[in-house]
T-cell receptor, first 113, second 113 residues
Framework: QKEVEQDPGPLSVPEGAIVSLNCTYSNSAFQYFMWYRQYSRKGPELLMYTYSSGNKEDGRFTAQVDKSSKYISLFIRDSQPSDSATYLCAMSVVSGNTGKLIFGQGTTLQVKP | SAVISQKPSRDICQRGTSLTIQCQVDSQVTMMFWYRQQPGQSLTLIATANQGSEATYESGFVIDKFPISRPNLTFSTLTVSNMSPEDSSIYLC??????????FGSGTRLTVV
């Protein structure tokens, strides 16, 4: 079993739809949770970063963490064609001064005009 | 957020040769991370590079194949040695920005023929 599970999709939605992206994890020691967006032929770009259960909102993006269920989500409101990309969840455990990231497989999203 | 310059951005190499990838950060950081992203896959941590000490390699990655240098707090190199077509991947460096999360370079797209 992978430490982080993420449905690779692809996910195709019409412009303006609400998108829900999800990851589950097995390691209860994970403390930090991130969502990255990766456009084709680019490096990952950090979208959201949180370390507590609950919701965190930034513009059209909302990150949700449920540590009791080991489940995180990213919601995108009013989706735009420019949101078409691969979305990666990532988690880390900080031990001493080491904090390596464990990534999900990534979900490919296409937003159609 | 941090600016990471990574080069080369892409290369096509002959099998059996080696390629050194450079990563330059615009400010001093304690740890730098090297990841591999195989075609259609997520990111996998290769090693953590700490300035002034030997790099720490993840399971499945060895120093002879992926030697790393970290001569100062703003620079690191990753060498992919004795390359085979299975080494064709995107290689990315990353730094931990604390509460600002992890920042990635734009990646080096390597094709081994």
């Amino acid at each position: 079993q992978k430490e982080v599970e993420q449905d690779p999709g692809p996910l195709s939605v019409p412009e303006g739809a609400i998108v829900s992206l999800n990851c589950t994890y097995s390691n209860s020691a994970f403390q930090y949770f991130m969502w990255y967006r990766q456009y084709s032929r680019k490096g990952p770009e950090l979208l959201m970063y949180t370390y507590s259960s609950g919701n965190k909102e930034d513009g059209r993006f909302t990150a949700q963490v449920d540590k009791s269920s080991k489940y995180i989500s990213l919601f995108i409101r009013d989706s735009q064609p420019s949101d078409s990309a691969t979305y990666l969840c990532a988690m880390s455990v900080v031990s001493g001064n080491t904090g390596k990231l464990i990534f999900g497989q990534g979900t490919t999203l296409q937003v159609k005009p | 957020s941090a600016v990471i310059s990574q080069k080369p951005s892409r290369d096509i190499c002959q099998r059996g040769t080696s390629l050194t990838i450079q990563c330059q950060v615009d400010s001093q950081v304690t740890m730098m991370f090297w990841y591999r992203q195989q075609p259609g896959q997520s990111l996998t941590l290769i090693a953590t590079a700490n300035q002034g000490s030997e790099a720490t390699y993840e399971s499945g990655f060895v120093i002879d194949k992926f030697p790393i240098s970290r001569p100062n707090l703003t620079f690191s190199t990753l060498t992919v040695s004795n390359m085979s077509p299975e080494d064709s991947s995107i290689y990315l460096c990353s730094v931990d920005r604390g509460i600002y999360g992890y920042t990635f370079g734009s990646g080096t797209r390597l094709t081994v023929v």
